[in-house]
């Protein structure tokens, strides 16, 4: 699998990490629900490989707020990771964020399973686990990440 923010955070930047937000629940949420067998902490994020987990952005730029990302860099990403995701050929792409998937394809989705592949793999979008991201409660994102334990886990069977 191969796991997709929309870019990084000023703080993850600064500490070299992956979701290195102090309000950032993606760390305990992946442990919690089942998309990996032990906890792990940002500082930890090249441990993610071990569990057949790969982490990239959209947009290599780090910023506060989305908002701050110009139309040029989600043109540039999205060449840069469909070119990413054809080489690597994962079996599930797992977009952290609607805004992630959408700035990617250039089409609306719902949260959970896509009904369409993206360079033959499962695509599921994930509610942001982004501390900014007021419109999703740690239950809603819970039962995503769940949904996608599922998932996984359903591949591996």
Not at 14 to 27: E, K, P
Not at 116 to 129: C, H, I, K, N, R
């Amino acid at each position: 699998m191969v796991l997709v923010g929309i870019n990084p955070s000023d703080r993850s930047a600064r500490v070299g990490h992956y979701y290195a937000g102090r309000a950032n629940s993606f760390w305990p949420l992946l442990y919690e629900t089942g998309v990996i067998p032990e906890p792990l902490s940002y500082d930890e994020d090249r441990r993610i490989i071990e569990f057949g987990i790969g982490m990239t952005d959209l947009v290599k730029r780090p910023t506060r707020g989305i908002e701050e990302i110009e139309r040029q860099e989600f043109a540039e990403g999205r060449v840069l990771l469909a070119q990413k995701l054809e080489d690597l050929h994962p079996r599930v792409i797992a977009f952290n964020g609607k805004t992630a998937y959408e700035k990617f394809t250039g089409r609306a989705c719902k949260l959970g399973l896509q009904k369409e592949q993206l360079y033959g793999a499962s695509v599921f979008v994930l509610p942001s686990t982004s501390s900014q991201n007021a419109g999703a409660t740690l239950a809603v994102k819970k039962r995503y990440f769940k949904k996608l334990a599922d998932l996984l886990k359903n591949l591996k069977d």
